[in-house]
């Protein structure tokens, strides 16, 4: 119902920034709500980012103030702007997909994820 591709990773130093884009493709796109989550190496995965009802932001209180989530509807598409990077973003970062549909549980449609190497 829903497919979702991440890009925008790549290898930046400290301090750097970098864009990510998850684009939402499928019968169930237009309506599914599109989250960033990130998985460390050797770690967890974890929520980072969610759109806020009125187009701000919500995060995890590693990236706040650094980060920045938004969402085009019309592309069903959506950014995270990820300023001043630490060693610590360094993750795999993954756009995840949630679909509601009726009185059924939430349906979760997770894309192949982005590398994001902070490094110097």
């Known amino acids: 119902q829903v497919h979702v591709a991440e890009s925008g990773g790549g290898l930046v130093p400290p301090g750097g920034s970098l864009r990510l884009s998850c684009v939402a493709s499928g019968s169930r796109a237009s309506d599914a709500a599109l989250d960033w989550y990130r998985q460390p190496p050797g770690g967890q995965r974890e929520w980072i980012a969610s759109v806020s009802a009125g187009g701000g932001g919500d995060y995890a209180d590693p990236v706040k103030g650094r980060f920045s989530i938004s969402r085009d509807n019309a592309k069903n598409t959506v950014y995270l702007q990820m300023n001043v990077l630490k060693f610590e973003d360094t993750a795999v970062y993954y756009c995840?997909?949630?679909?509601?549909?009726?009185?059924?549980?939430?349906?979760?449609?997770w894309g192949q994820g982005t590398q994001v190497t902070v490094s110097s």
């Open positions: 995840n997909a949630v679909v509601h549909t009726g009185n059924m549980d939430p349906v979760s449609y």
